[in-house]
């Protein structure tokens, strides 16, 4: 394997470097794992899952327990600098448990010098941390955050899931940063997200709103307003909002001295058109909607390449209420063929077996009286796929 890695390296460029790279054919020989202050921690395991491929190759980073808290870290193998130079941040995660109620994070950090690994959890400071959130069928969608002076900036929108990318199978999370301030985060190899960092983020802008500067007392921002000239017609208030039926006839068996005057129903008057309003018109002295004007802002930085971070681990700090997730296939690199290469060599051949793997596990496991699972499960409702309240995960 060392000399194929070789090999692609060559091929991408002389100037490549591979930061860090794990398939576990070596078990947990790399990685140290945390334990939180007061946190009941679930144990971390290297399996192929219940149903695979190809043993051996599948075999990954697995969580065993439901309903823990788990941290694990290892010392990338070279420390590794985006500064002036592509960061691509790869894994596969296979959540083989997933079903309506699966609620559970996936997602590694980046990690600076300095990381304590025995007690890694969610206060600790992170640069980049990738990867999926999933609760049910309601909450799916990749994170990426990155850490700017010590804040911990979310994405302004989310990258959403579709409803064919969640299920049990083994699925490729990729993330590439590049120094001109772009990104792109990709799913199977195929694109989610791409564009600015600066505008996708809240990293500081080039300019910002004057906060000195106000809307005048004047100003009219209403575009339309009552035409003056209308008038309400004549007798308008006047149509009742109901009438007696026309069509309808008074009963024969009825009996005025025993049932009372006979008075037909009301049913909806047609002329009746509810509460007058005059029309709107034109407002001739909107000016348009108000902005503050803009302002150099201070705290930007001119030339400065953002999420660029000089790192030294890799790690998952996770709560999940399932167990049965399995990692595989880490990969920090500066080098995007080499990244997408190992996708194609190492996921892509498990993802195009999986399926039917799948099925011969469950026509050979589950109960008789069980049905078989349907790939368009999990379609209905509830409160977000949760089954009670979940801890926070703690990821900021």
């Known amino acids: 394997m060392a000399a194929a890695v070789a090999s692609l390296i060559g091929l991408s460029g002389a100037s490549s470097t591979v930061f860090f790279e794990d398939?576990?054919?070596?078990?947990?020989?790399?990685?140290?794992?945390?334990?939180?202050?007061?946190?009941?921690?679930?144990?971390?395991?290297?399996?192929?899952?219940?149903?695979?491929?190809d043993e051996e190759a599948n075999k990954g980073l697995t969580i065993t327990e439901d309903m823990r808290f788990y941290s694990i870290t290892a010392p990338l193998d070279k420390p590794a600098s985006s500064k002036g130079k592509d960061l691509v941040i790869q894994f596969s995660a296979k959540i083989e448990n997933h079903q309506y109620a699966f609620c559970g994070g996936g997602y590694i950090k980046l990690l600076p010098a300095g990381t304590k690994a025995d007690s890694f959890n969610g206060?600790?400071?992170?640069?980049?941390?990738?990867?999926?959130?999933?609760?049910?069928?309601?909450?799916?969608?990749?994170?990426?955050?990155?850490?700017?002076?010590?804040?911990?900036?979310?994405?302004?929108?989310?990258?959403?899931?579709?409803?064919?990318?969640?299920n049990e199978f083994t699925h490729l999370y990729t993330l590439i940063v590049e120094p001109d301030g772009?990104?792109?985060?990709?799913?199977?190899?195929?694109?989610?997200?791409?564009?600015?960092?600066?505008?996708?983020?809240?990293?500081?802008?080039?300019?910002?709103?004057?906060?000195?500067?106000?809307?005048?007392?004047?100003?009219?921002?209403?575009?339309?307003?009552?035409?003056?000239?209308?008038k309400k017609p004549d007798g308008y208030d006047e149509i009742p909002a109901q009438i007696p039926d026309p069509d309808a006839t008074k009963p024969e068996d009825w009996d005025d001295e025993d049932d009372g005057e006979w008075e037909?129903?009301?049913?909806?008057?047609?002329?009746?058109?509810?509460?007058?309003?005059?029309?709107?018109?034109?407002?001739?002295?909107?000016?348009?909607?108000?902005?503050?004007?803009?302002?150099?802002?201070?705290?930007?930085?001119?030339?400065?390449?953002?999420?660029?971070?000089?790192?030294?681990?890799?790690?998952?700090?996770?709560?999940?209420?399932n167990n049965g997730t399995i990692f595989d296939n880490i990969l920090v690199t500066d080098d995007k063929e080499y990244a997408k290469a190992q996708g194609e060599k190492l996921w892509k051949p498990t993802s195009e077996g999986e399926k039917e793997k799948k099925e011969a596990w469950d026509k050979e496991n589950k109960p008789a009286d069980e049905p078989m699972p349907d790939d368009e499960e999990g379609g209905e409702g509830g409160d977000d796929g949760e089954e009670g309240e979940e801890p926070e995960k703690d990821e900021l």
């Open 182 to 230: 772009t990104y792109e985060v990709l799913f199977d190899n195929e694109s989610k997200a791409k564009g600015k960092i600066v505008e996708d983020w809240g990293f500081p802008k080039p300019m910002i709103d004057d906060p000195d500067d106000k809307k005048p007392g004047d100003w009219v921002d209403e575009q339309e307003i009552d035409d003056p000239e209308a």
């Open 123 to 166: 206060d600790d400071e992170y640069q980049i941390m990738f990867g999926p959130d999933l609760c049910g069928y309601d909450v799916s969608h990749v994170h990426l955050i990155f850490n700017h002076k010590g804040e911990n900036l979310l994405k302004t929108d989310k990258i959403s899931l579709e409803y064919s990318d969640k």
């Open 264 to 321: 037909p129903p009301l049913i909806d008057n047609p002329e009746f058109k509810g509460e007058w309003f005059a029309p709107k018109i034109t407002n001739p002295a909107y000016k348009g909607e108000w902005s503050p004007k803009q302002i150099k802002n201070k705290d930007f930085v001119e030339g400065e390449q953002l999420a660029a971070y000089d790192s030294f681990y890799v790690g998952y700090e996770l709560w999940v209420v």
């Open 23 to 53: 398939d576990f054919t070596k078990g947990m020989d790399k990685w140290t794992v945390g334990t939180m202050q007061g946190k009941e921690m679930g144990k971390w395991d290297v399996t192929p899952g219940k149903w695979f491929v």
